[in-house]
């Protein structure tokens, strides 16, 4: 064998020194979840910086050629008793706040782990540690140990996007603090027996710093709260920062500002207190802030309880296929969603049975890649290497009883990845996991145009008949669709006088009124979903105008698996978003066969496919109007004209919430002057466009791309790249005014119109990328079958919006309910099937 030093030298040139913006994977392996904790530790390419496993490092070395890895590895010290009890020392001080290796937090790993480093060298693994590199030359010794030094001292990806996501999370100093005036009124504060100077309420209680007036807070959904007495105060007197009485200790206390509608912190608290007479210092806590108010709101409607099966001796489960995800700061969402879909065969068989494959034709950098972190995610939840007790560092009870934690997997790579530029996904806030499940469907839709889809196991066709009430002609549209959303009928509720008595009794002030739940029939959610709905204003081909019409809605098609989703999450009339506290009697199975579309009847006429006239305004010019083909000099989809007539009162009501004209103009245009609902949605839909407020540009005018002007050529091989033509990459751009995000959204809902599209100039059509293979039939690949189904899995939501709360799932695994909890996970011994938000059913075999 070589001499080490020797073999350092022939490998100098491949170690590189971190440099700032280098991407240093020192905690999690790119390929699967080992981490220095991991048995056999990490190995940290000493190039690209990419981290792996004991399992697959040689993998890499035989693929790259690379031969030296930083090798990290860290043993969980025995735990110290900090009481020092009969010692003389005072125990340790306990750290007032989670933080992330930042003055007065506390660091878990320096705390409770100890590190070993070396370099070691494949393929023969030789070892070199910082005391070898003393008897080295000293151009191995230098840049060897810069090396070394530089990937142990940078941050690691996980931990740089921690504190990026915390970040965001922390309270900011109020721009009024500093300088807030105070009134010189004569007002004092006593310690306690605080009342609201309007209504006598005698808690949630805020104190104006500027001339000390005590007023309740807010009212929350519930009715509870207060009655907005301070923030009436505000809207009259402008004083803008307050604080909540009882919150106050010689750390501090809850600070609002309603200038700056949030909570924020006010440096100079003391000295704003002692003003009014009260001694921060002597203060004592007497009332919940708002972070324990939340939760006790929560608490009180009683989901936190019955969802997590609360009270309950619950039997930990260990083993391959029942392996817990660490929350990774509000990811329960993600967590929830992944434990379900890869129960799906499709994804398990995509993604799980093809991993060696997809691993070797991973890129050089396979953090970057989602078709390798789907696959890793998935090998991780399914294989059991990961589903194992957590260590228990405190081990101080000495409880016979094991714990439910897991070790569990971190997801951090594959959150970082498919949240990537999204605006909320990004982020470390709680987020809707419906929304999140459409948009990691739409990412597998984007990375499966070749080979196959596993998202097609919940695709399904939805046929639309519309009727003509004055023709009785009719008219069939299709579309593709990936969930049912079914509508609360709160009118429905079989227990109203419940209801009624609880709200009398809660108006009332009795607090000892029970908290009543809304008990909701699922047959009558689901003969509301079937209900024909009336058109005012469709315009009929048959008679030439607007009139009335009936809309049903039936399945063209039957997916492998239904996913259902209650629609608690509703908007009050003030805008303001709240849920909707029911219990449905959701079915352990399913039979939809009634609702399969029958396409024509007998006899029934359609109504005649001519457009609607263009729409335009009297006085302006139409430039070659010859229906919606244009002319031979015109190749545009659609005639260019001047402005479109937009109906002003949906426009103007749109404006009066706040939104921007122009956005507001495209969202009624877009939606074709369907009134205020459709033009709402597509806006809530819309928001994050980067041309959200950009001037509305109508299809083929001169202010959006012709066919002569030029395309981005970044933005066309970018398209391309995802395995579309060029051709198809051109339409898409011109069709979208050359707006890249806006050209992927366009492509993906015109899928069926560019299967058609001949291949030109080195574009690849999907046929030939799968072999050259025949193109598949015109319209949407979907699975179809009988319309029996039963539940095999269900999401639920704890908290009073999708922006707060809590998320858990449940899945019947060989007859067996499991509740995933994050890393816990245990047998259920009575899901709550009544209380969830998201339930997922696969169809039965006839």
């Known amino acids: 064998m070589a001499d080490v030093g020797e073999v350092l030298m022939s490998v100098l040139s491949t170690i590189r020194v971190p440099k700032p913006g280098d991407r240093v994977h020192k905690d999690e392996c790119a390929l699967s979840f080992s981490s220095p904790e991991s ?89 070199v540690t910082s005391d070898d590199l003393a008897t080295m030359p000293d151009v191995v010794r230098e840049r060897v140990s810069l090396s070394m030094a530089g990937i142990m001292s940078a941050d690691s990806v996980s931990h740089a996007l921690q504190v990026q996501q915390w970040d965001g999370e922390l309270r900011q100093e109020s721009r009024h603090a500093p300088e807030l005036k105070q009134l010189d009124n004569g007002v004092k504060i006593p310690p306690s027996g605080w009342r609201c100077e309007v209504c006598d309420l005698q808690e949630n209680i805020w104190m104006n710093l500027t001339d000390g007036k005590m007023m309740c807070g807010r009212r929350y959904f519930d009715g509870s ?20 009485l009882g919150t106050i200790t010689p750390d501090g206390g809850d ?32 009332e919940r802030t708002m972070t324990e108010l939340e939760i006790a709101v929560n608490q009180r409607v009683g989901e936190w309880e019955v969802i997590q099966e609360s009270g309950t001796t619950l039997r930990p489960l260990f083993g391959p296929g029942v392996t817990g995800m660490k929350n990774l700061g509000n990811s329960c969402y993600l967590n929830s969603v992944m434990q379900v879909l890869f129960t799906v065969p499709d994804f398990q068989q995509k993604y799980v049975s093809n991993i060696d494959k997809i691993i070797d034709e991973a890129p050089s950098d396979p953090t970057q890649d989602f078709k390798t972190q789907v696959a890793k995610l998935g090998y991780g939840l399914l294989s059991g290497d990961y589903s194992k007790p957590a260590p228990d560092p405190a081990d101080e009870t000495g409880a016979s009883e094991p714990r439910g934690d897991q070790i569990g997997i971190a997801p951090r790579m594959f959150k970082a990845l498919v949240g990537r530029g ?54 069939y549209t299709q579309r593709v669709d990936y969930m049912v959303q079914l509508p609360v009928q709160m009118d429905q509720a079989t227990n109203t006088e419940e209801l009624q008595e609880a709200e009398r009794r809660r ?65 009050g009339l003030d805008w303001v978003p709240k849920k909707l506290d ?35 305004t009297p006085d302006v010019e139409v430039k070659g109007i010859l229906g919606f083909h244009g002319n031979e000099e015109d190749d545009s989809l659609y005639s260019p004209l001047l402005s479109p007539v937009l109906d002003d009162s949906t426009v103007s009501q749109l404006c ?191």
């Open 39 to 127: 048995e056999g530790g990490l190995y940290v390419c000493m190039n690209s910086f990419l981290g792996f496993g004991r399992q697959y490092v040689e993998r890499h070395h035989a693929r790259t050629g690379q031969r030296a890895y930083f090798h990290i590895t860290r043993t969980r010290k025995a735990k110290e008793d900090d009481s020092n009890s009969g010692s003389g020392h005072p125990p340790k001080k306990k750290p007032t706040r989670l933080a992330i290796g930042i003055e007065g937090g506390f660091d878990v790993e320096q705390e409770l782990y100890e590190e070993d480093y070396k370099v070691v060298i494949l393929p023969d693994r030789q070892e």
């Open 225 to 244: 709260g207060g009655n907005n007495h301070a923030l009436l105060h505000f809207q009259q007197t402008g004083f803008p920062i307050a604080v909540k």
């Open 255 to 286: 600070v609002y500002s309603y200038d700056e509608d949030d909570m924020v912190l006010d440096s100079k608290l003391p000295e704003h207190l002692a003003h009014f007479g009260i001694n921060m210092m002597t203060m004592e806590k007497t």
């Open 422 to 475: 999204h605006p909320e996904f990004s982020t470390n806030r709680q987020q809707d996991a419906q929304e999140f499940l459409l948009h990691f469907i739409n990412m597998v839709e984007r990375n499966c145009r070749t080979g196959s889809n596993p998202s097609e196991a919940f695709r399904f066709l939805v046929e639309e008949r519309i009727v003509c009430q004055q023709s009785q002609k009719a008219k």
């Open 507 to 571: 108006e009332e002030g009795d607090s000892s009124a029970p908290t009543v739940r809304a008990q909701i029939p699922f047959t009558a959610c689901m003969a509301a979903l079937n209900e024909p709905e009336v058109l005012t204003d469709f315009w009929s081909s048959a008679v030439q105008s607007k009139t009335t019409a009936t809309k049903t809605t039936r399945f063209a098609s039957f997916p492998d698996h239904l996913v259902i989703q209650i629609k608690k999450f509703t908007f």
């Open 582 to 616: 029911v219990s449905i009697d959701v079915p352990d199975t399913l039979d939809l066969s009634a609702l399969r579309a029958t396409g024509q009847q007998p006899g029934e006429e359609l109504l005649p496919e001519v457009a609607p006239p263009p729409l335009m």
């Open 656 to 846: 009066e919430m706040g939104f921007p004209l122009e956005a507001c103009r495209k969202a009624v245009y877009y939606t074709g002057n369907t009134g205020i609902d459709a033009a709402m949605n597509w806006i809530m839909g819309h928001m994050d466009d980067a041309d959200f407020a950009s001037p509305l540009v109508m299809p083929g005018c001169s202010s959006g791309t012709t066919p002569t002007e030029s395309l981005s050529e970044e933005h066309l091989a970018t398209i391309v790249s995802m395995g579309f033509s060029r051709d198809q990459a051109t339409k898409a751009l011109r069709a979208t005014s050359n707006v890249l995000d806006r050209a992927v959204d366009w492509i993906f809902s015109h899928l069926d119109d560019l299967e058609s599209m001949d291949v030109s100039e080195g574009g690849r059509s999907a046929a030939e990328s799968e072999g050259g293979r025949e193109p598949p039939p015109p319209g949407p690949r979907v699975k179809d079958g009988p319309g029996k189904y039963e539940l095999f899995a269900f999401i639920s939501h704890m908290g009073t919006s999708t922006m707060c709360g809590h998320y858990v799932c449940h899945i019947k695994k060989d007859h067996q309910w499991v509740i995933f909890n994050d890393q816990k996970v245990c047998a259920s011994e009575k899901p709550p099937k009544d209380l969830g938000y998201l339930y997922f059913y696969r169809r039965v075999s006839e």
